[in-house]
């Protein structure tokens, strides 16, 4: 019995004309790298302060609401001083994709916020170091 040699590669070339027509038509997905922490203020004042900052897809420029933000410290770190820490507590958010903490900035100088999010759809973490000045 002859086979027609057509027989099987008509149907693997038809299955691989519908997975490369499928793939054309995913969205791209996103990689934890378009994503970056920003300051809103470059100051704070020393004393009781709320430091806010905002998640940015940096393809849109657009601001990402909802992300969760499991890793937060501030310390003294850009003047010599990283052992000089004060206590974060998140706030609500008073627009999306804005995350607000109050702190207490003991003494002029520069400060070191460092974060780490989950960005809801996208797997890794968010992280960055954000330097800012408290000023009197």
């Known amino acids: 019995m002859t086979k027609n040699p057509f027989a099987c590669a008509l149907p693997a070339a038809l299955l691989g004309a519908g997975l490369s027509a499928s793939a054309m038509t995913l969205p791209a997905q996103a990689d934890i790298k378009d994503y970056q922490f920003q300051l809103?203020?470059?100051?704070?004042?020393?004393?009781?302060?709320?430091?806010?900052?905002?998640?940015?897809?940096?393809r849109s420029g657009k601001p990402v609401p909802d992300a969760v933000i499991f890793a937060k410290r501030l310390d003294m770190a850009p003047d010599g001083m990283e052992e000089m820490v004060t206590k974060l507590d998140q706030l609500p958010s008073t627009e999306p994709g804005i995350y607000r903490f109050k702190a207490k900035l003991s003494m002029a100088g520069g400060w070191r916020l460092s974060l780490g999010a989950k960005v809801q759809g996208e797997t890794g973490t968010v992280e960055d170091k954000l330097i800012f000045q408290a000023v009197k």
């Open 40 to 58: 809103v203020q470059q100051e704070a004042k020393v004393g009781e302060t709320v430091v806010a900052v905002r998640i940015v897809d940096r």
